[in-house]
């Protein structure tokens, strides 16, 4: 079984600075996790993928992620952040049966 | 291509009466997820296709839901009679196929769905 936890609801950054929404897994064997993230009033659009290979997964708008092993994790980074950043951001692990398990996220304000 | 494709973007109806959400996936999509979302229960999967076949539909609330796919392009989902408590945003989501389901959906814009 795979499950993530996103152990903030809400993060807040100030425009220019690092941006970085965290995810741990519990996965039994390899674990294939994506990141979505979902505008206000708009459809979710996917941010990138980790599912083997290299640990630093480049993504769409900036984003990256580092998948790390011995942490469990795979938080979601951005060098710098845009108001326009400002989301509700979901860690969700692929389940082999096609099944995307969404959370609650974690709701993203990039001040300016 | 024009992305996965929902129609209407919004819908409000009076309790009892029926609803269909439309959706056409992107072509060459093999899969095609229907997710509700609301603010109690966030985003939930309520069934899926693969090549027109539902495969899981275990996430359906109840019988007064029903999908279908008749054809690659085109999937409905219908609500009958619809309550108040239905009122929720419906995405409709496409993908390739893949092993192990690993490729990314893409999702449609959703419908907002309002029944008083």
């Known amino acids: 079984a795979q499950s993530v936890a996103q152990p903030e609801d809400q993060v807040n950054v100030a425009e220019g600075n690092p941006l970085t929404v965290k995810c741990t897994y519990s996965?039994?064997?390899?674990?294939?996790l994506f990141w979505y993230v979902q505008y206000p009033n708009r459809g979710l659009q996917f941010l990138l993928k980790?599912?083997?290979?290299?640990?630093l997964v480049k993504g769409s708008y900036g984003f990256e992620a580092e998948f790390n092993k011995s942490q469990t994790s795979f938080h979601l980074k951005k060098p710098s952040a845009l108001v326009s950043d400002s989301a509700l951001y979901f860690c969700?692990?692929?389940?082999?049966?096609?099944?995307?398990?969404f959370g609650a996220g974690t709701t993203v304000t990039v001040r300016a | 291509d024009a992305g996965v494709i929902q129609s209407p973007r919004h819908e409000v109806t009076e309790m009892g009466q029926e609803v269909t959400l439309r959706c056409k996936p992107i072509?060459?999509?093999?899969?095609l997820f229907w997710y509700r979302q609301t603010m109690m229960r966030g985003l939930e999967l309520l069934i899926y296709?693969?090549?027109?076949?539902?495969?899981?539909d275990s996430g359906m609330p109840e019988d007064r839901f029903s999908a279908k796919m008749p054809n690659a392009s085109f999937s409905t989902l219908k609500i009958q009679p619809s309550e108040p408590r239905d009122s929720a945003v419906y995405f409709c989501?496409?993908?390739?196929?893949?092993?192990?389901?690993?490729?990314?959906?893409?999702f449609g814009p959703g419908t907002r769905l309002t029944v008083l």
């Open positions: 969700v692990p692929a389940l082999n049966d096609y099944k995307l398990s």
């Open positions: 980790y599912i083997t290979g290299d640990n």
């Open positions: 996965v039994s064997g390899n674990p294939y």
């Open positions: 989501a496409s993908s390739l196929p893949s092993s192990g389901g690993r490729n990314e959906q893409f």
């Open positions: 072509s060459g999509h093999d899969y």
């Open positions: 296709f693969n090549n027109n076949v539902p495969i899981d």
